[in-house]
């Protein structure tokens, strides 16, 4: 069974930081994409960034210059560093993999991590 699990998130002002961690344990073979989404209140759930198994990067275009995504393949860990925080990041911020496991291919998300930044 794969299970991913996020920390990191909580309460900052505008223009802090924080950094949120994803770990995946399991039977794990291979991780190829990992990605975070955000879902704040009332709206739908949306990709913040991602990164390829070998390091490519994508970004939404409300985060880009002030959120950072990195991973270590040897932990199974997707970091995502996220700068100049603003209000209207404020969601509960979920990580996703395609992981290669003991039953095949599959997709997996993480619970989430409550991210709140006031003004």
């Known amino acids: 069974q794969v299970r991913l699990g996020e920390s990191g998130g909580g309460l900052v002002q505008a223009g802090g930081s924080l950094r949120l961690s994803c770990v995946a344990s399991?039977?794990?073979?291979?991780?190829?994409?990992m990605n975070w989404y955000r879902q704040a209140p009332g709206k739908q759930r949306d990709l913040v960034a991602g990164?390829?198994?070998?390091?490519?990067?994508n970004y939404a275009d409300s985060v880009k210059g002030r959120f950072a995504i990195s991973r270590d393949n040897a932990k199974n860990t997707v970091y995502l560093q996220m700068n100049s925080l603003k209000p209207e990041d404020t969601a509960v911020y979920h990580c996703n993999a395609e992981i290669y496991a003991g039953a095949g291919l599959g997709y997996f998300w993480g619970q989430g991590t409550q991210v709140t930044v006031s003004s």
């Open positions: 399991g039977s794990i073979s291979r991780i190829n994409a």
């Open positions: 990164i390829t198994r070998g390091g490519v990067t």
